[in-house]
T-cell receptor, first 112, second 113 residues
Framework: DVKVTQSSRYLVKRTGEKVFLECVQDMDHENMFWYRQDPGLGLRLIYFSYDVKMKEKGDIPEGYSVSREKKERFSLILESASTNQTSMYLC???????????FGPGTRLTVT | GEDVEQSLFLSVREGDSSVINCTYTDSSSTYLYWYKQEPGAGLQLLTYIFSNMDMKQDQRLTVLLNKKDKHLSLRIADTQTGDSAIYFCAESLGSGNTGKLIFGQGTTLQVKP
């Protein structure tokens, strides 16, 4: 079974803190994705990576950065957390173009 | 740009059929997906349809695709309380993409006993 794991299910941080969200997949997938999910807005793509050290901005990259030093690990970084970044963050991976994405369980981040 | 639209909420009685609708804009989409998200969990793939198909059936699930109208639907027969969840449709982009999917807003299905 494909497994995508995320480092935390729940996280509470203070405004201005630097926040790291980690995602690991065990199926040697090329592509990895970070989304945020907000009620009524669906999933919005923050960043994705199609290879080690390669990344592209998604639809809402402002306030976020990413790192992919190893194929299996994709990190989302909030340089200076703000309250409007309170959300559910979902990581996903897939093998290539036009293939199913596999999702992690999500991290619910609250910024106070 | 690409866009996927769904209604936000559907309520049905247990045992009835549920029909969740979705419209998309990218005519070059090759695969269209339905994902299910249970409370507090990530998304799980329910089913998918290739763009050259009109219909796909998988046990209680029927997917209908109308390419002319860019309309996709998911029918759940004999809906059970365990089907209560958020359902997302998603389209893959045309050739040259890197595995990106465009998701709709999600339809919350409420099943009343």
């Amino acid at each position: 079974d494909v497994k995508v794991t995320q480092s935390s299910r729940y996280l509470v941080k203070r405004t201005g803190e630097k926040v790291f969200l980690e995602c690991v997949q065990d199926m040697d997938h090329e592509n990895m994705f970070w989304y945020r999910q907000d009620p009524g807005l669906g999933l919005r793509l923050i960043y994705f990576s199609y290879d080690v050290k390669m990344k592209e901005k998604g639809d809402i990259p402002e306030g976020y950065s990413v790192s992919r030093e190893k194929k299996e690990r994709f990190s989302l970084i909030l340089e200076s957390a703000s309250t409007n970044q309170t959300s559910m963050y979902l990581c996903a991976s897939n093998l290539g173009a036009r293939s199913e994405q596999y999702f992690g369980p999500g991290t619910r981040l609250t910024v106070t | 740009g690409e866009d996927v639209e769904q209604s936000l909420f559907l309520s049905v009685r247990e045992g009835d059929s549920s029909v969740i609708n979705c419209t998309y804009t990218d005519s070059s989409s090759t695969y269209l997906y339905w994902y299910k998200q249970e409370p507090g969990a990530g998304l799980q793939l329910l089913t998918y349809i290739f763009s050259n198909m009109d219909m796909k059936q998988d046990q209680r699930l029927t997917v209908l695709l109308n390419k002319k109208d860019k309309h996709l639907s998911l029918r759940i027969a004999d809906t059970q309380t365990g089907d209560s969840a958020i359902y997302f449709c998603a389209e893959s982009l045309g050739s040259g993409n890197t595995g990106k999917l465009i998701f709709g807003q999600g339809t919350t299905l409420q099943v009343k006993p």
